[in-house]
């Protein structure tokens, strides 16, 4: 069994940054994949960043691209995802997905391939 918990969010105003982190316990993988998903008020919930290992570089989706950083730490077990010049169209409850198969690239987006998740935790950008 593999606990995964998230850490962070909160309350920010437009174009400030924040972290959100995800602990995954209970297993070591030698290989596998780490993602952030989101879910807005009333939408389904979707894609925002992956990281693979070994060897996989990070994902993104568009609407994040070059605002949102993803990044791991292999002996924490830990992945955080660093969000700047926040928009209030990110706010959201911020999943963390955990795989120990190392997704191929076309997969990384699709929840269903994830087998563990965290409870979640929010973040809501408004002024």
């Known amino acids: 069994q593999v606990d995964v918990v998230e850490s962070g969010g909160g309350l920010v105003q437009p174009g400030a940054s924040l972290g959100v982190s995800c602990a995954a316990s209970?297993?070591?993988?030698?290989?596998?994949?780490m993602a952030w998903f989101r879910q807005a008020p009333g939408k389904d919930r979707e894609f925002v960043a992956a990281?693979?290992?070994?060897?996989?570089?990070?994902t993104y989706t568009d609407s994040v691209r070059g605002r949102f950083t993803i990044s791991r730490d292999s002996a924490k077990n830990t992945v955080s995802l660093q969000m700047n010049n926040l928009r209030p169209e990110d706010t959201a409850v911020y999943y963390c997905?955990?795989?120990?198969?190392?997704?191929?690239?076309?997969?990384?987006?699709?929840?269903?391939?994830?087998?563990?998740w965290g409870q979640g935790t929010q973040v809501t950008v408004s002024s």
């Open positions: 209970g297993r070591t993988f030698s290989s596998g994949t």
């Open positions: 997905a955990v795989d120990n198969r190392r997704l191929i690239l076309s997969r990384v987006r699709f929840e269903g391939d994830y087998s563990y």
């Open positions: 990281i693979r290992w070994p060897s996989g570089g990070p």
